[in-house]
């Protein structure tokens, strides 16, 4: 067991946990829905969403893994013998997997708009410069170039193929000197580009609107699809329900405490996503463009805002926009490799594989259906599944249904089906002071039953949605 790997200490567990939970769905998504459904209000759901059910699946999670050190399937199977458990623990095994084929795909595209910050390319090429001439609408130019590249056949797979190979490379090197030595450097980076990003933004003139759109609190705005919203997003971004935390929890060392990684994630995570809201938003309504949310936030609006600032300023605005693309890059990075390490850490401690060829084999199978995911923007773009093309049908099926489903399995097999003693172990241990010991209380009672309400509710209406 051994040969597993183990992460050196609390600090490199803490930053590769955050490092998964940090990602595209902070940068994309948290600041447009943010402000879509009442700013500051929506930020008070979402708070109470990640103490009240996010922190309780998170702990689940952890705690099978880190007392088993095994993967999921490993972990239920030892936990609960003889049962079927370990089975529908295969499930949180695959949904990475899938999650991973097409953020991979659009990993590809941070590559492609990096190797277009370095050599300051926004908007000019043919398809832009066509746009540009015909429409004159601010951003056409940008528009038109991102959809001719996604819907391009080579190029946006050669830029899968690029990612998912430097995902392979980082896990190759294992649990230490691999995904702990690259996330201990990235995510502490991270944090530090997008705050640079953040002092650039909001000294804009005429930033203050996209600070207002983010944090004034408009409860008339929170609707019950913004309720709804504000659950999903924080299960998503906290990268939950998917076995990546269990996988990495099941690194940690035995002193390290769960307690004290999963809320410093779920901090970093949320800080994170505020942050990233300010460097993106002042910036868009600086330039006076409808904020919206998606690729189009990222791969659209603001080349189009680096144009702008390119014309009065190419030096600061290649600088920007080249720190921009490699916070996204990285940001992407540390959420792919803690999914591939899902896939490959099951077939390395159940079937006995080597890591390489555990790899080699997951990431041909992720990269097979990323081009899938890919060609699906362009020559299959007739391709329909149940009325999404197939992009869309993997990232419906994985965050809407399977990682909802998985974050189900994890707090009901920790609430009534591992001892209660292993959860106190974790939590507070013998001779723990009586603030701990009710702590673990509320914890266990929001364990056992108000997540996995919270998350049937949430389940059932995004399947009658
Ligand atoms: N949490 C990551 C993000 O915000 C996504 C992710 C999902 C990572 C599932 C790992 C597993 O982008």
Not at 64 to 86: D, E, N, Q, V, Y
Not at 417 to 433: C, H, N, R, V
Request: with cysteine; glycine share 10%.
């Amino acid at each position: 067991m051994d040969n597993r790997g183990t992460f050196g200490s609390r600090f490199t567990a803490t930053m590769a946990m955050a490092g998964s939970a940090i990602g595209l769905g902070n940068i994309w998504r948290f600041p447009y829905i943010a402000g879509k459904y009442g700013g500051g209000a929506f930020i008070i759901v979402y708070l109470l969403s990640a103490v009240f059910i996010c922190v309780p699946i998170f702990l689940s999670e952890s705690i099978i893994g880190k007392s088993t050190r095994l993967g999921t399937f490993g972990a239920m199977r030892t936990l609960a013998p003889g049962s079927r458990w370990k089975w529908l623990g295969l499930i949180t095994v695959i949904t990475p997997l899938i999650i991973l084929s097409y953020y991979s795909v659009v990993g590809g595209w941070s590559v492609e708009y990096l190797f277009k910050a370095v050599a300051q390319a926004f908007g000019t090429g043919a398809a832009g410069a066509a746009a540009a001439s015909v429409a004159g609408a601010a951003g056409a130019a940008e528009r038109a170039e991102f959809a001719s590249f996604i819907s391009s056949t080579w190029k946006p797979i050669i830029a899968h193929s690029i990612f998912l190979l430097a995902n392979a490379l980082v896990v190759l090197g294992g649990v230490k000197k691999g995904i702990e030595k690259f996330t201990k450097i990235t995510t502490p980076v991270l944090f530090v580009l997008i705050v640079v990003i953040m002092f650039y933004a909001i000294s804009l003139p005429g930033a203050q609107a996209g600070i207002n759109y983010l944090v004034d609190a408009d409860f008339s705005k929170l609707t019950a699809e913004g309720v709804l919203s504000a659950m999903g997003q924080a299960f998503f971004s906290l990268s939950l329900g998917v076995g990546t935390i269990l996988t990495y929890a099941s690194y940690m060392r035995k002193e390290d405490s769960i307690l004290a990684t999963g809320c410093f994630t779920a901090g970093f995570d949320l800080i994170f996503a505020m942050i990233a809201g300010f460097a993106i938003m002042p910036a868009v309504f600086a330039a006076g463009i409808e904020p919206g949310a998606g690729p189009g936030l990222i791969f659209e609006t603001l080349p189009y805002i680096f144009t702008v600032m390119g014309e009065q300023s190419p030096v600061l605005s290649g600088c920007v926009s080249i720190l921009f693309f490699l916070t996204i890059l990285f940001a992407a990075l540390t959420s792919s490799i803690s999914m591939l390490e899902v896939g490959v850490s099951y077939l390395v401690d159940e079937k006995n594989w080597s890591r390489g060829k555990a790899i080699l084999i997951v990431c041909t199978g992720c990269w097979l259906l990323g081009i899938l995911c890919s060609l699906s923007f362009g020559p299959l773009s007739g391709v329909n599944i149940m009325g999404n093309s197939i992009f869309d049908f993997c990232d419906k099926l994985a965050s809407n249904f399977l990682m909802v489903l998985g974050s189900l399995l994890f707090v009901l097999f920790a609430g009534w089906k591992m001892k209660k003693s292993i959860l106190a172990d974790e939590i507070a241990p013998d001779g723990s002071s009586s603030v701990k010991i009710t702590l673990f209380k509320i914890l266990y009672f929001l364990i056992r039953y108000v997540a996995p309400l919270a998350i049937i509710v949430i389940f059932i209406t995004n399947l009658l949605m």
